[in-house]
């Protein structure tokens, strides 16, 4: 895994290999290993390298034999052997045994079709010299990022925000819908980001730029409408196992060692288990625990780590440490967030790699493709009580959704009608599966400041995702929906981006995916729900495929999302002054975003009761990183940031 940035200017002014190296320098820690960069008069490309795959000849920016094409890659093309052995058999000698050479041929002979071919979790780009287009492309589901930014006519991109405020000529601006969108969704919209005029490429999205300007094109997207409900279980079961187990296979290609976590849950389980089945070896694993024991899964986890016996660390996570490291997450997120569960990845993320470990293998996806999430069952509870909206008894389903949550498992019917039934009978609302988790957003929203909600007032974000619903949306089933929504919104803006890439890149570690190669998901994607939510049965085929293979207490325990805490890390015990200026009235109104008083009263209400709701937290995370955000980035305070230095760089002018 690495970092990748570039300039492109027709005009020739901006290209100058300072500017390209400071913007590397802001991500090295992405590539520590080597650097690279490649200049001519109207392009510069650079890339920090952290050497997964062949580590002694596979340096980049790489060029073809004849110097037309120069590429940076940020990321892994997991069946780059079975490609390589259909460009040999046609007769291409290769100089290296990285993927990325691969990855450049195919593109030169297949162009934008090469990539339907990949397989893999990505962000590149390729220079064509000759025709001067830049060619900029990004995995299917948004596992790695891709920024840019065109201002006066320089084109410029990166992996991450950061590099690209290291030129001196984009300008630094929060984005006002962005924010709603922020604390609607916990992720903004792509192409836009939090930031005016940067933009970040959509997942399975490809963009040309030349002297005619942008053109964005879509290459690939989930679909959830062509059911096959047919399908015997059986059947399903041999094909889920056949696909899982070569993405597996796929994922420990590497020529350094590959680890896994190893949560204590379902889903890395699974993919632990594969691991052993595969190299029928004891895998290093890796987990976090919790001093709070409502967030804390230790038994699991040690009962994992003796069935599978595994080489296995773990680290003990507290509220003071997430405290410590919180302005840290904001800098590597360069998002605003909602929830401190960020904050236990990247101390993760710092045990790989103090391990010496490179790459670790994850169960993230799985909830999304075969319904693993609360949510799901919320909706489906929430819609079979709407046909009967007076009943005492249907909604007492939804407290055995949340055991772990006090207030919701000791509730009253009354409570529960009171937190559960916003919109209930709008049943035909497409997005009634999400209707009540985006309306906690709203409560956010209440404590902005009045400048912000004027100029918010007739702004709505799930009115503008509404105009980006796929053809036939209303038309598919309930859980199919909320998959969608899922995956397109919540999957790649936050699980994939806040919570995945920054915290183990921050680190220089490379988490990897199985459950989302592309045809894991589009199998899964085709199934009908009585496999994947079967009555409130989460994941139902998988538990069926993992019987016998995992711990049964792990395979039968009730879903535990993970969480953080909130209201401890930031106002219990000594309270760090980052957490004081941020929520001074001063520096509320300085920032203006929002009211101070509205903040004041929150602060005052979580003190007298010595309690925050869900609502309340959620409020508290959205204040505080928000004006780190603004600190860090607006305001450019970021000293405690030091760029790195690059490694091993290697300048090649106009090649």
Known sequence: MCGIAGIIDFYGKATSTAGLISMMRAISYRGPDESGIYHSQNAALGHVRLSILDPESGQQPLSDTTGRYIIVLNGEIFNYR??????????????????TEVLLQ????????????LNGQFAFAVWDKHEEILFLARDRVGIRPLFYNITDGVFTFASEIKALFEQPFISRELRHESLSQIYTFWTTLTPYTVFKNIYELSPGHYLHFSQNGIKINKYWSPDFSNVNREIKSGDA???????????VKLRLHADVKVAAYLSGGLDSASTVAYIKDIEVRSPDTFSIGFEEKDFDEGSYQKEAVQFFDTQHKSVVCSSETIADIFPKVVWHSEIPMTRTAPAPMLILSGLVRENNIKAVITGEGSDEILAGYDIFREAKIRKFWASQPDSATRPLLLKTLYPDIAHLRNASPNILRMFFGYKLNDVDNPFYSHLLRWNNGNHIKKNLSA???????????PDELSGRLPAGFNEWDLLAKAQWLETTVFMSGYLLSTQGDRMAMANSVEGRYPFLDHRVIEFCSTLPPRLKLNGLNEKFLLKKLMTNRIPENILKRPKHPYRAPISSVFLDGDVPEYVKMMLSASYIRKAGIFDPDAVSSLLSKIEKTGVASEVDNMTLTAVISTHLLYYQFIENNNREFQKGELKNLKIVRNI
């Open 451 to 461: 400048a912000l909600k004027n100029t918010l007032d007739s702004y709505s974000p």
């Open 82 to 99: 079975e490609l390589r052995t259909g460009l040999e058999k046609k007769g291409y000698i290769f100089n290296t045994s990285s993927d």
């Open 237 to 247: 079961l041999e094909r889920l196992h056949e696909l899982f187990n070569d993405a």
């Open 106 to 117: 195919l593109y030169i002979q297949h162009g934008k079709d090469c990539l339907g071919m």
